[in-house]
């Protein structure tokens, strides 16, 4: 569904990816796990168009995403960012409805509330919170609402920028099954990013990992831990002894 | 001449060099926003509510500090017209002269460099903060164009409510020296009025208000220009503010001179 074909991105005289291959297939959670740094937060922007590749290709069902028409392309995909990226001007019920309000996707205000309260009620939230600004929610709620505004339009791609980092294990543990069950319930094409290793067992159906610009092991979850790769071997098991160079 | 001595001599010139292309291309880059900005002024889809805010922001909530700096200027301008006009018995012209200060270079001026000062740095502030905690991405992410959602209602809002800030700061102004004239300097209230209106021209008023719409494009757009390409962190939303306020107010300054060039000189 996805494919990218020798992507390269640099910023200046800093070559960030160095020609990535990677595809995803439809209905298929990916995970891609490297060190801070590696450019995966660059890869799926390149893949929706925040940045612009400097060589190498990025396919959607076999189509360039450069050439498609970029409001269809966009409404195809929802994204769930590390912060929550929530617009603080606006209470929690219009930015997980943002998209049902305005656009290709308008409905009538009324019934966008009324999905956006569902979407809420499914990411374990009530309908009191509808109401509150972002700043007034933890971070853990926040990214419950940042996952409800991601599924809202009901996308076919959706994409999770570090959705754990920040919160309590606990929380990130809620935050990780969530998004299994709504992938799955969905039938969603998901690809993570994360270095939480416990996410990646918890929400991924194949794992990537991105070193050095170039996708350096990719493969089913369950034969991650006998890759007989050192450098996936050092990343997953957290060692700071190994082929990856550390700073002390 | 050796290499090396040739370089050493023409340094200074070269970094001359390089500020010049450094500032011709951010009047290019600024150009072009400018032009991208305002075809979105004109092309759906449009955002009312988005809009709307912006003009209580710009407008409405600017009130109160035009309102202020207007009166006092008004009262401050009798004041010295009067000092002034004392030495050569012309103080009689006080009415004429707040008048023609005011609508024509004062009220315009002031209330451009208020709205730089309360506007242009929160849309900055405001923008940067959206762009580092990546709402900006995200707002892509939701199918709506940045440009469409944050910079043209608060261009339109500038173009439109800006124009109308003046004229209420032009009153207020002529008020002020109003108040100190007939209060404290010894005018009759009624010719006092009618020396200011008669004196005013269509062609000052109509000045004032195209400079009112000419400094609130010029303090949005930098605000948004500047809140859209800042950089990371706390410093960049900082210097994002910075930037934008300073690049407002000396505009606003040169665009006044050149509007005065435009409309007063014979």
Same mark, same amino acid.
């Given at each position: 569904m996805i494919e990218l074909v020798g992507v390269h991105k640099g910023f200046g005289a800093k070559q960030v990816l160095r020609g990535v291959d990677l595809s995803i297939n439809r209905g298929e959670s990916m995970v891609v796990i490297g060190g801070s740094g590696t450019g995966k937060s660059v890869l799926l922007k390149c893949i929706l168009g925040l940045m612009e590749p400097d060589s190498g290709q990025i396919l959607l069902d076999g189509q360039d995403v450069r050439e498609a028409e970029r409001d269809a392309f966009l409404a195809r995909f929802g994204m769930l960012f590390q912060g929550g990226? =929530?617009? &603080? /001007?606006? !209470?929690v019920w219009q930015n997980v409805a943002f998209r049902l309000l305005r656009g290709r996707l308008k409905r009538p205000r009324e019934e966008a509330r009324e999905i956006a309260v569902e979407k809420l009620r499914r990411v %374990? =939230? $009530? !309908? +009191?919170?509808? &109401? =509150? =600004? !972002?700043? +007034?929610? /933890?971070g853990g709620m926040q990214k419950r609402v940042g996952l409800a505004r991601a599924i809202a339009a009901e996308p076919e791609i959706i994409f999770f920028d +570090? !959705?754990?980092? $920040?919160? &309590?294990p606990i929380m990130a543990g809620v935050i990780n099954e969530l998004i299994r069950e709504i992938v799955t319930e969905m039938g969603a094409t998901a690809m993570t990013i994360t270095h939480d290793m416990t996410s990646v067992r918890a929400i991924a159906d194949k794992v990537a990992m991105l070193h050095a610009g170039k996708i350096r092991w990719s493969g089913p979850v369950g034969e991650m831990d006998a890759s007989g790769d050192p450098y996936l071997d050092q990343f997953i098991h957290g060692r700071?002894? %190994?082929p990856i160079e550390t700073l002390r | 001449m050796s290499r090396a001595l040739f370089f050493r001599l023409s340094a200074p010139l070269a970094a001359l060099g390089r500020s010049v292309l450094g500032l011709l291309a951010a009047i290019g880059r600024v150009t072009l926003y400018a032009f991208e900005a305002l075809s979105h002024v004109f092309?759906?889809? @449009?955002y009312p509510r988005e809009f709307a805010a912006a003009l209580l922001n710009v407008g409405w909530l600017s009130l109160p500090v035009v309102g202020l700096t207007a009166l006092f200027t008004g009262g401050a301008l009798a004041l010295q017209i009067y000092a002034g006009g004392e030495r050569f018995s012309a103080e009689a012209v006080v009415p004429q002269i707040v008048a023609i200060g005011i609508v024509r270079e004062l009220g315009p001026v002031l209330v451009g460099l208020m709205i730089a000062a309360r506007v242009t740095s929160s849309i900055a502030a405001e923008i940067a903060t959206m762009r580092v905690t990546e709402q900006i991405d995200a707002l892509v992410t939701l199918s709506t164009h940045p440009m469409k959602y944050l910079t043209a209602p608060r261009l339109l809002a500038g173009l439109l409510v800006v124009p109308a800030l003046v004229a209420v700061g032009d009153v207020i102004g002529i008020y002020g020296g109003f108040l100190v004239s007939t209060g404290s300097?010894? @005018?009759a209230p009624g010719s006092y009025i009618q020396n200011t209106w008669d004196f005013l021209t269509r062609a000052d008023m109509i000045s004032s208000l195209a400079k009112g719409a000419a400094f609130g494009f010029i303090a949005t757009l930098m605000g948004c220009y500047h809140g859209m390409n800042s950089g990371r962190g706390a410093q960049g939303v900082g210097r994002a503010t910075k930037a934008s306020v300073e690049a407002a107010a000396v505009l606003i300054l040169a665009a006044n001179f050149l509007l005065t060039n435009i409309f007063f000189a014979a």
């Open positions: 990226a =929530l617009f &603080d /001007s606006l !209470p %374990g =939230l $009530g !309908p +009191e919170v509808a &109401d =509150l =600004l !972002p700043a +007034e929610l /933890s +570090e !959705p754990t980092t $920040g919160l &309590d700071a002894e %190994g | 092309r759906p889809p @449009f300097l010894g @005018f």
